[in-house]
Every structure is written in C-alpha cells, then in structure tokens.
C-alpha cells in the first residue's frame, strides 16, 4: 500500500488589520495529487480523465462573491429566486453571462454555516434556553410588578455561574468562506455536502479589527483535502497590495519649518523617580523659566505639577511625561543669549493635609540635540527650631517667595549672585530624563561652529550663578 502525506496541520491564525478591510486579497491554489501509479504509464495523459485538476488558482477579495457552476444553474431559473438576494444573484447571472467556477466564495450574505451538525445531543437544553422557552410575552405577565418572580433586575452580588447562564458573548464579526466544488463534468447532479469542500473562513472582528484565517496562510507546505477518492493539495497566500493613499501618507512632502530666524527645540520631560525623602505623597512642581529672546506658543504647559505618589523603600516612581516647543529668536547672535532653565521644587502632602516643602533643584537645558538623564540633588532652606516643630506636627515650612530664586531670577543684574545668606540643608534626588531635537532652515553645518559655540557659552554662563 501507498502511505499518502497527510498534509501541514491545519490551524487557524489571527491578524491585526490597520488597514480597511476592504483592501484584503488571498489567493487560493489547488492541484490534484499525482498518482503513485503514474510512473507505470508512457504518459500522465493515459491515466487522467476528464475531471482532472491539473491546477487552478483565483484572487479573491473581502466579502467578493463567486459563483460555483450549481449556483449559477441555480439562479439562472428566476423561479427559484425567492429572497430578494437570490433575485440580485438571477439578475447578475442573466446580464453578465456568469460562468460556474471550481473555485468560489460564500459572503456574510448568503445563508451556509460551516458547521451544520449540533454540537451537543438533540435532548439537551441549557439554562438560559429554557428560561428563554417559557418567558412569556409582556402582554400576558399581568400581575404588579411588585408581585413578579424577577422583579429584581439588578443583581448586586453575581455569581459567576449566574454571570455565564444569563449573558450572550456577542462579536460584530462578518464571515468568508472559499469553497472548492470537486463534482464530476459528467454528473448532471451532485450533492453539495460531499462535492463542496470548505478550503478556508475567514472571519472579521470589526470592534477588534481582528482577522482570523483558519486555516493560516502557508507559503510551502500545502493543506490536503480528500473527495471521491482523490487527494487535492492547497494553498493560501496573502497578495494584499498596499494602497497607493498608504504611501503618499508615508511619503512626507511638506515638513512644518518654523519661521526664518528661529531655532525650535523640541523638549520632553520624563520624570522618573524622587528618592530619599524625609515624608510620603511626593509630588514635584517644575517650571521652565524662559530668559530674553525665548518664546513659546504654549505657555500653559511652562508649568506642571506630577501626581502624588506613595513612597515605597524610600523611593516614589513617577513616569510624567511632559511636552514642550520653545523658540529663540536668532537675531540675538550679536549677545550672548541665556538658556532656559528647568525649576524643580518636591512637596508632599499627607492624608491630614500637612503640606511640606522637600527640596529645591535647578538645571539649565541641555543646549544640544540629543538624549540625557539627570539625578538631581535637592535642597530645602532651614528657620530655626519652631520651623523644624511646625514641618513635624502640622505641615507648613519655610519656602522660597519665588521658585526662580532657586536657579537665577530674571531681574538679577550683575556677574555674580550671592545667596550664602540662605540657610539649606540637603534633601533626596530627583530622576530626570530630557529629550530634546532642535529645528531650523538652515542645518547647524550651515551656520558654522560659532553658533553652537554661543549656544553653549550662555549655557555655560547660566551655571556660574551660584
């Protein structure tokens, strides 16, 4: 005996569509298995008859509907159109000359199921079908509704039995099925039970936008299926082409330049973590302090304030994200521009509402392009011993009356500031992680090296404050 390949195992596979579905295509490809006897013949011609396969394959699309050679016998007969559908089917049949198919397609529309045997026995019926066989119509339920047996509706405490018996699972899905009829020419009737084979469903879930294709498409080794006798190999291949819309959306032609003149920084704040701080519920308030020349079209977001968050081995996760443009006018290349600076003060705040300053920190923003990560050390100014008793028992510490003291303030003038007055002690660390990418017309290539040169120099004059 001939042991024959049972063919790659057939198992569903799910796909993520980004596109509209209407753009999807598979193509089918069957072909009839040789016989191991055909090496006994001069010739294959000998051994094949008029229903052979040799091979033949189709292109199909979402939901597109072809007709196998019954379906058009069918509804070519107008009196067997019954449903309006089964009419549009005689119609297109009639007008274009359709002709049967071995390769066809049932849609949404058309009334087959893939599995018309009963999964359970004929005797059994559950819980939620009997209950749905003997409720009654409104009509016939007349007693008061305080006087009904289901007069609870809500059920405040379910139980996971009572959840599953007393919901459907509802998906908005849309099903596809390519058929293959493997009839015989010379039959002038056939039963579509055994002459049809299923090769592929292909079902989408539309709140998802899920596509399951069962069986997965296979590029080398072919599904088998058997009828009459014969073997038939099979395969399924994505041949989607990507719109040409897809493309001109990639293809990114007009690119927003800020205006001549200005150079854009693109600046995302991360901050990470606070660690080593004396009280829980930490939150951070930060501030970007904008010096001469700067600009922003935003300047709500110049200030924030991060969530609280609760210390846990002396150290809070934050992961705030902030997102900011600024612009500086280069016409002030002539100066030497200041850079912006980044003003951090940590405060918590308790379940009794204590409110307590936890430290103060600055950093100038990075004057080049790139990614950093800072940890900052922060600190928190000291009055004297009723100050220390208030911050323990009720909240409410010495804070400095303008956070921009903390870095250098915009009235300040002078080489030099002096702030050994102010009495600090040192607090917990700040996780910072900046990103910043600079825009303008012209690359920093163009504009040469003093340029950047003056860029770092006001940045560089920005931390000689203190």
């Given at each position: 005996m001939f042991s024959r390949n049972s063919g790659k195992l057939k198992i569903a596979g799910e796909y993520r569509v980004n596109q509209p579905i209407d753009h999807f295509k598979l193509k089918i490809k069957i072909l009839q298995q040789k016989s191991p006897l055909v090496d006994l013949f001069d010739s294959e011609e000998e051994i094949h008859d008029s229903n052979y396969l040799e091979s033949e394959e189709k292109t199909i699309t979402w939901q597109e509907k072809i007709f196998s050679s019954s379906e058009v016998k069918l509804y070519t007969?107008?009196?067997n159109c019954k449903s309006q559908l089964q009419k549009d089917y005689h119609e297109l049949i009639t007008s274009e000359n359709v002709q049967g198919s071995r390769l066809f397609t049932y849609t949404a529309e058309d009334s087959y199921r893939r599995n018309k045997?009963?999964?359970?026995?004929?005797?059994?019926?559950?819980?939620?079908?009997?209950?749905?066989?003997?409720?009654l119509p409104g009509i016939q339920n007349?007693?008061?509704?305080?006087?009904?047996?289901?007069?609870?509706?809500?059920?405040?405490?379910?139980?996971?039995?009572?959840?599953?018996?007393?919901?459907?699972?509802?998906?908005?899905?849309?099903?596809?099925?390519?058929?293959?009829?493997?009839?015989?020419?010379?039959?002038?009737s056939s039963d579509p039970e055994t002459s049809e084979i299923l090769l592929c469903t292909l079902t989408y879930n539309k709140a998802g936008k899920v596509l399951s294709i069962d069986p997965d498409i296979n590029n080398a080794e072919p599904y088998i299926i058997e009828s009459i006798g014969m073997?038939?190999?099979?395969?399924?291949?994505?041949?989607?082409?990507?719109?040409?819309?897809?493309?001109?959306?990639?293809?990114?032609?007009?690119?927003?330049?800020?205006?001549?003149?200005?150079?854009?920084?693109?600046?995302?704040?991360?901050?990470?973590?606070?660690?080593?701080?004396?009280?829980?519920?930490?939150?951070?308030?930060?501030t970007i302090d904008l010096p001469k020349f700067w600009s922003t079209n935003h300047r709500e977001r110049l200030y924030g304030r991060t969530q609280r968050c609760k210390m846990i081995n002396k150290s809070a996760h934050f992961s705030y994200v902030a997102e900011i443009t600024l612009?500086?006018?280069?016409?002030?290349?002539?100066?030497?521009?200041?850079?912006?600076?980044?003003?951090?003060?940590v405060g918590s705040l308790d379940n009794w509402t204590r409110y307590r300053i936890e430290g103060y920190t600055s950093i100038p923003l990075p004057s080049s392009s790139g990614s950093y990560e800072f940890r900052l050390q922060t600190w928190r100014p000291v009055y004297g011993v009723i100050n220390a008793l208030r911050r323990f028992f009720t909240g409410g510490t010495a804070e400095l009356e303008d956070i921009a003291y903390c870095g250098i303030?915009?009235?300040h003038e002078g080489k030099t500031l002096d702030k050994k007055q102010l009495r600090v002690v040192p607090s917990g660390t700040v996780g910072l992680r900046v990103n910043i990418v600079q825009q303008s017309k012209s690359s920093s290539?163009?504009?040469?090296?003093?340029?950047?040169?003056?860029?770092?120099?006001?940045s560089l004059l920005n931390t000689k404050g203190w």
């Open positions: 007969e107008e009196k045997t009963a999964v359970t026995s004929s005797n059994y019926s559950s819980f939620l079908s009997k209950k749905n066989a003997s409720a007349r007693k008061p509704f305080n006087e009904r047996y289901n007069k609870q509706v809500v059920d405040s405490s379910p139980t996971d039995s009572r959840i599953r018996s007393s919901h459907y699972l509802y998906l908005d899905c849309r099903v596809m099925h390519v058929m293959v009829d493997l009839s015989s020419r010379e039959q002038v073997n038939y190999e099979y395969w399924i291949e994505h041949v989607s082409e990507i719109p040409k819309v897809y493309y001109q959306d990639k293809n990114i032609s007009d690119i927003e330049l800020p205006p001549a003149n200005i150079l854009r920084l693109f600046l995302t704040l991360d901050f990470i973590e606070a660690r080593n701080f004396n009280y829980n519920s930490i939150f951070i308030t930060y612009d500086l006018d280069l016409n002030c290349m002539n100066d030497v521009p200041s850079w912006p600076y980044l003003l951090i003060s303030p915009r009235d290539k163009n504009r040469g090296y003093k340029f950047q040169e003056r860029l770092n120099s006001g």
